[in-house]
């Protein structure tokens, strides 16, 4: 009688820690996926980014390893006018919401033409030789250029790998990102 009791114990504690795994492996199997939903556009496969030296609008040097170890968020603008100027402060009041991972993020300006501006505190507007070039590369699969007012978020990797449109939602972009910031070991 108490060897039968034993199998059936030993045949329950089977069942408790082989059950998790069955159940992943069919899931699997069958491909089902979480319902993840995104605000961003995600860019597939994520684009490699080709960094080099560039400036900031006091002629300061940004090097190419000032990208690294920090989420990014790029906007890509030939001058700076209002919409441009209102999108930053959105972007920068978005950043600073994200409390103690503020510091993981930074925010960045491309320039490709001469424009007066005054960003608001923290962003890095970079300008001069070279702008043009780099910022080519920040296009996704449906636009041949980069598009006037689109948000791009780069990776502490070096990677593009997320894009807004124009008309984006500040709390879709600062989920998102919260998101990225909670299950990220890089930045």
Aim: charged share 20%; proline share 6%; hydrophobic share 40%.
């Amino acid at each position: 009688m108490q060897s039968s009791s034993g199998r059936k114990t030993l045949l329950i504690l089977a069942l408790v820690f082989l059950m998790p795994f069955t159940l992943a492996a069919t899931l699997h199997l069958v491909g089902w996926r979480a319902n993840v939903h995104s605000y961003g556009e995600l860019v597939q496969p994520p684009q490699s980014l080709r960094f080099r030296d560039l400036q900031d609008v006091q002629g300061k040097p940004f090097s190419a390893n000032q990208w690294a170890k920090k989420w990014t968020i790029v906007i890509v603008a030939n001058e700076c006018e209002a919409s441009c100027q209102e999108q930053l402060q959105i972007l920068q009041n978005l950043r600073i919401s994200l409390n103690k991972d503020a510091n993981r993020v930074q925010q960045v300006l491309l320039l490709t033409a001469e424009s007066k501006i005054l960003p608001p505190q923290n962003v890095i507007v970079l300008k001069g030789a070279g702008i043009d070039d780099f910022s080519r590369q920040f296009k996704v699969a449906n636009q041949p250029t980069p598009q006037a007012g689109r948000v791009y978020l780069v990776d502490p990797l070096g990677n593009l790998m997320m894009s807004y449109a124009p008309s984006f939602e500040p709390k879709g972009v600062r989920h998102d990102l919260e998101r990225l910031l909670k299950n990220s070991w890089a930045g």
